[in-house]
């Protein structure tokens, strides 16, 4: 059982001194507060670098698309595989920041390249063109980053759990 599953923490071994296993200043709101100023901005900028690169990578998805069924049927698989991936680096985000924050920057950051690289300059477009994956790319990653934003780890919780949720606890006893 892990420490964030339902609130308890694993017996204490006999001998060993609990401080040295809490995390210094955990509960220094300065701290929190310091830590969470630079840790807001460093996701805001991985969820730019990610939107950049993914984008490309879609942009990728269309090189030879008619070629024929195979890769056609390559482009979208490539297109779920990008969008998974796209999912589990939010919800690591909102995990490894103990709340929704931080996939909601992560994803701030994203998006905000996604909507830049589907400008139209008088050259052309400048990543995503008006092609059948690229929709599915720009709308398929908003609904996997809402997705993965509103089911952010709340409390510091395992961002992947292996099953339902546990019972609630009556207070009768």
Known sequence: MSAGAGGARPAPVEGADPARYEAPGQDDPVL??????VTFPVLVAAGAAAGLLSATGAGWLTRYWEAGTPAQVLGAVGLVALLGALYGLCRLCAWGTRGVSGGVAFALGFMAVAMVLTMYMPGGDI??????????YLFGSM??????????????G????????????????
């Open 32 to 37: 929190t507060t310091v830590v969470a100023a």
């Open 158 to 173: 395992n961002p992947f759990p292996a099953g339902p949720p546990p019972a609630p606890k009556s207070d009768r006893s």
């Open 143 to 156: 609904v996997v980053l809402a997705i993965a934003v509103v089911r952010g780890v709340r409390e510091g």
């Open 127 to 136: 990543v995503l063109t008006d092609h059948l994956l690229h929709y599915g």
